[in-house]
C-alpha cells in the first residue's frame, strides 16, 4: 500500500506539487488515490491522504463495510488528516517519513478513548518507516527543482531527515 502511495506522490511531483501521495484501500481494492494539490489549486486544505479519503467516502458512502479502512501515505498524516481519518472509520494508517513538524503520530500513541461508546470514532493504528527511504528521495528530487520558498523549505528538512531506521509509532 505505501507503495501506491509512492507512485501516486510521484505523480503529483510530475506536476510540481510536494511529493505526497495517499491512497485508502479496503480489502484488496484501492477506494480513494490522491496527491497534495495546493500548488494547482492555490488551497491549503488538499492534503493528499485528506483528498484520497474524501474519494473513498464519496464512493463507499455511508453504508456498512464489508472490510476495515486502511491508509498509506508516503508522509505520516498531519493532525488535520489523522482526525479526518477517525471520522471515516480508518482503522489503520502506514506511512514511509515521519513528519516531526505536525504529524499526528504521538496524538495516536496517547489516544485515551472517550468513557462512552464513540465507536466511530476509534483512533487507528499507526505504523511508520514503511519504504522511508523511497520516499525521502521524492523529496529530495523535488527540492531540485522547486522555486525557493516555503514550500521548498519545508521539504528540505524532510529530505534531510537521517538515514538511520526510526523506531515505529504506534498505536493501539
Known amino acids: 500500500m505505501v507503495r501506491a502511495a509512492i507512485e501516486v506522490a510521484g505523480e503529483g511531483l510530475a506536476v510540481g506539487e510536494l511529493p505526497i501521495g495517499?491512497?485508502?484501500?479496503?480489502?484488496?481494492?484501492?477506494?480513494?488515490?490522491?496527491?497534495t494539490q495546493e500548488r494547482g489549486l492555490r488551497r491549503r486544505l488538499v492534503h493528499a491522504d485528506l483528498l484520497a479519503m474524501i474519494q473513498a467516502d464519496e464512493q463507499l458512502g455511508p453504508a456498512r463495510r464489508p472490510h476495515p479502512l486502511q491508509l498509506a501515505v508516503n508522509l505520516e498524516p498531519c493532525?488535520?488528516?489523522?482526525?479526518?481519518?477517525?471520522?471515516?472509520?480508518?482503522t489503520e494508517v502506514y506511512y514511509a517519513l515521519e513528519s516531526?513538524?505536525?504529524?499526528?503520530?504521538?496524538?495516536?500513541?496517547?489516544?485515551?478513548?472517550?468513557?462512552?461508546?464513540?465507536s466511530g470514532y476509534a483512533a487507528p493504528s499507526m505504523t511508520g518507516g514503511i519504504l522511508r527511504h523511497d520516499s525521502r528521495d521524492?523529496?529530495?528530487?523535488?527540492?531540485?527543482?522547486?522555486p525557493e520558498g516555503g514550500f521548498r523549505n519545508w521539504a528540505q528538512t524532510i529530505a534531510d531527515l537521517q538515514d538511520w531506521p526510526r523506531p515505529s509509532p504506534r498505536a493501539a
Open 22 to 35: 495517499a491512497v485508502v484501500v479496503m480489502g484488496d481494492q484501492i477506494v480513494g488515490r490522491a496527491h
Open 79 to 90: 493532525v488535520m488528516c489523522f482526525g479526518a481519518a477517525m471520522t471515516l472509520g480508518v
Open 100 to 118: 516531526e513538524a505536525d504529524g499526528a503520530s504521538a496524538i495516536a500513541r496517547h489516544w485515551q478513548p472517550a468513557s462512552f461508546d464513540l
Open 138 to 146: 521524492l523529496f529530495r528530487k523535488y527540492c531540485q527543482t522547486a
